[in-house]
């Protein structure tokens, strides 16, 4: 059974870092691209970024590319999310998702984390 | 504003069938496959179509999908109360060279 266990909620101030993560299992990790989706009541779901374990290449949403760092450890199966300097607008639920297909014109996730809720007050 | 188009809510009786649709451009939708998802509240969305019409396993048949130029739709049939629930389409657009959402159709079972 494929599983995809992210870490706990975040509480966090302006300008702290922070580094969450995505523990996988149940498939051949190297294989399929792992992305991160935001979800804000404002904004709905929105992409951010994803990466490849089997070369680590990575892609990123204009939107949030230089602000984030998508990164991963192959030891453990693990995806990683990272800040360097939050801001009260990256309060939201970020969850992890393998992306499905063999990519091309093929675009969709299935399996998701349950999200990981940041917030970000002073 | 979402790049891709959906209504806000759709309702129908258990049992009747409903549309959603997911209006794009020639860039996303018009050129890669759409998938949709099903969303609880408290839970993270559920693949239900991929590849603009395909079931994963698991998701029952009364749920099928349809695209057409730009534009997709989604279709529940024999509705049960167990399908009120947020639905969302996506895909990628190659002109914004990023991942696009649909901003959620709410669907009341009546």
């Known amino acids: 059974e494929v599983q995809l266990v992210q870490s706990g909620a975040e509480v966090k101030k302006p300008g702290d870092s922070l580094k969450i993560s995505c523990k996988t299992s149940?498939?051949?990790?190297?294989?399929?691209?792992i992305g991160w989706v935001r979800q804000t009541p404002g904004k709905g779901l929105e992409w951010m970024g994803n990466i490849y374990p089997g070369d680590f290449d990575t892609m990123y949403s204009p939107s949030f590319q230089g602000r984030i760092s998508v990164s991963v450890d192959k030891s453990t199966a693990t995806v990683f999310l990272q800040w360097g300097s939050l801001r009260p607008s990256d309060t939201g639920v970020y969850y992890c998702a393998r992306r499905s297909g063999s990519g091309g014109k093929s675009w969709s996730f299935d399996n998701w984390g349950r999200g990981t809720p940041v917030y970000v007050s002073s | 504003q979402s790049i891709l188009t959906q209504p806000p809510s759709v309702s129908a009786a258990p049992g009747q069938k409903v549309t959603i649709s997911c209006s794009g451009t020639?860039?996303?939708?018009?050129?890669?496959?759409v998938s949709w998802y099903q969303q609880f509240p408290g839970k993270p969305p559920r693949l239900v179509i991929f590849?603009?019409?395909y079931r994963p396993s698991g998701i029952p048949d009364r749920f099928s999908a349809s695209k057409s130029g730009t534009s997709a739709t989604l279709d529940i049939s024999g509705l049960q109360t167990g399908d009120e629930a947020d639905y969302f389409c996506?895909?990628?657009?190659?002109?914004?060279?990023?991942?696009?959402f649909g901003g959620g159709t709410k669907l009341t079972v009546l």
């Open positions: 149940g498939y051949y990790f190297n294989k399929n691209w």
């Open positions: 590849d603009n019409y």
């Open positions: 020639r860039s996303n939708i018009g050129s890669y496959y």
């Open positions: 996506g895909t990628w657009d190659n002109g914004l060279r990023d991942g696009v």
